[in-house]
């Protein structure tokens, strides 16, 4: 592409392309991608890490939610060349089928999801509320998750997963 052209395309038509090195839940992964694709389809269609959902695309319902670099990201508002050379964990980091994070087991004992396509926003926002504050009251856990939707469940029963798992946390800690 040369210097004065402003149309993002090379000169084969086609958008400029690159690979990207991330380190996935543990695992040091690449993948080839354009300059405009988000980090969410990355995850999903390169990587094939499915837990990480494709919801609203303008980072209103956090069912893309993952941590970059230790801070939750909304995945669909990064273009994935923006995260070339970082940490990422997903949802499917946080725990496996046969041995589940204590947080996603409290949401599993308290009925916290339905479908499960929240889930990315809700446990994420829950491991950042719980790393600051141990005993959040049912305030602090909706303030906490109020960038995520949930068309399933009325939220109670996430709240109350929530509260669980920070009990649980606390229970751990001062053992």
């Given at each position: 592409m040369s210097m004065s052209d402003t149309s993002g395309v090379t000169e084969s038509g086609q958008p400029p392309r690159r690979t990207i090195t991330l380190t996935v839940n543990g695992e040091r992964r690449t993948a080839e991608c354009e300059d405009r694709q988000l980090l969410v389809e990355v995850i999903r269609e390169q990587l094939h890490l499915k837990a990480t959902h494709v919801g609203c695309l303008n980072g209103d319902c956090g069912a893309c939610t993952l941590e970059l670099d230790?801070?939750?990201?909304?995945?669909?508002?990064?273009?994935?060349?923006?995260?070339?050379?970082?940490?990422?964990?997903?949802?499917?980091?946080?725990?496996?089928?046969?041995?589940?994070?204590?947080?996603?087991?409290?949401?599993?004992?308290?009925?916290?999801?339905?479908?499960?396509?929240?889930?990315?926003?809700?446990?994420f926002a829950a491991r950042d509320l719980i790393?600051?504050?141990?005993?959040?009251?049912?305030?602090?856990?909706?303030?906490?998750?109020?960038?995520?939707?949930?068309?399933?469940?009325?939220?109670?029963?996430?709240?109350?997963?929530?509260?669980?798992?920070?009990?649980?946390a606390r229970t751990v800690a001062e053992a």
């Amino acid at each position: 592409m040369s210097m004065s052209d402003t149309s993002g395309v090379t000169e084969s038509g086609q958008p400029p392309r690159r690979t990207i090195t991330l380190t996935v839940n543990g695992e040091r992964r690449t993948a080839e991608c354009e300059d405009r694709q988000l980090l969410v389809e990355v995850i999903r269609e390169q990587l094939h890490l499915k837990a990480t959902h494709v919801g609203c695309l303008n980072g209103d319902c956090g069912a893309c939610t993952l941590e970059l670099d230790g801070q939750i990201v909304k995945s669909c508002l990064l273009l994935a060349a923006s995260a070339d050379g970082a940490e990422v964990r997903t949802v499917d980091g946080l725990g496996t089928p046969q041995e589940l994070s204590p947080l996603q087991e409290s949401f599993w004992d308290n009925d916290g999801f339905q479908c499960g396509f929240c889930l990315p926003g809700h446990l994420f926002a829950a491991r950042d509320l719980i790393a600051v504050n141990a005993d959040p009251t049912d305030e602090e856990i909706r303030h906490a998750i109020a960038g995520n939707l949930c068309r399933c469940t009325g939220y109670q029963r996430i709240v109350t997963s929530i509260r669980e798992a920070a009990a649980r946390a606390r229970t751990v800690a001062e053992a």
